[in-house]
């Protein structure tokens, strides 16, 4: 069955530093990919999504993701954190055989430090 | 304003007690679902609906049950909750479940069950 991996539950960076936050799904057909953003007593927002077009993909809020099929991954990257941006994020993967079906790690809370 | 809103936001009740969450979108999306989000478990599918009438099981049924009786409403009901059913249940919706479609997410209801 389809999984998506996310690499560390909490992520702490220095306000202004890279922002690094690892997706991995496991699929040998690349599937449709998200990335959501959660603030705190708030819903999920999308960030961004991949559908096979650009490898690159821009989002909202500064942010990008690489997909890297060789890697099975979709890290989710910002070249200079915000305090603003302290939230859960969390990847989501959508099977090409199931459409209806959104698969969702188990999410990374972003730290930042002033 | 394009949203979905869910009612309550949060809500105490005890084992056995017959509650609804209800969930609206006024977007005319055809795709709405349901999902509970657990610590370190991220987000997991309870139910969906493609369009009125449609509905079926995600990943996490046992213990819910839904209906799709007009496009804009699809309430949650749980007949006999229990404590394992604690947790915080997000609706969404999208325009159609085609792949690329984004979803939409409510603000989430947290669910106390004692």
């Known amino acids: 069955a389809q999984s998506v991996t996310q690499l560390g539950s909490h992520v702490s960076v220095s306000e202004g530093a890279l922002v690094l936050l690892r997706c991995n799904y496991s699929s040998s057909v690349p599937p449709y990919l998200f990335w959501y953003v959660q603030y705190p007593n708030q819903g999920l927002q999308l960030l961004l999504k991949y559908t096979s077009a650009a490898t690159l993909v821009k989002g909202i809020n500064g942010f990008e993701a690489e997909f890297k099929k060789s890697e099975t991954s979709f890290h989710l990257t910002k070249p200079s954190a915000h305090m603003s941006d302290a939230a859960e994020y969390f990847c989501?993967?959508?099977?090409?055989?199931?459409?209806?079906?959104?698969?969702f790690g188990s999410g990374t809370r972003l730290l930042v430090r002033p | 304003e394009a949203q979905v809103t869910q009612n309550p936001r949060y809500l105490i009740t005890v084992t056995g007690k017959k509650l609804t969450v209800t969930c609206s979108q006024n977007?005319?999306?055809?795709?709405m679902s349901w999902y509970r989000q657990d610590p370190g478990l991220g987000l997991r599918q309870i139910y969906y609906?493609?369009?009125?009438?449609?509905?079926d099981k995600g990943d996490v049924p046992e213990g819910y049950k839904v209906s799709r009786k007009e496009k804009r409403n699809f309430p949650l009901i749980l007949e006999s909750p229990s404590p394992n059913q604690t947790s915080l249940y997000f609706c969404a919706s999208s325009l159609s479940y085609t792949s690329t479609d984004t979803q939409y997410f409510g603000p989430g209801t947290r669910l106390t069950v004692l």
């Open positions: 977007m005319n999306h055809e795709y």
């Open positions: 989501a993967v959508r099977p090409m055989d199931s459409s209806y079906k959104l698969i």
């Open positions: 609906s493609m369009n009125v009438e449609v509905t």
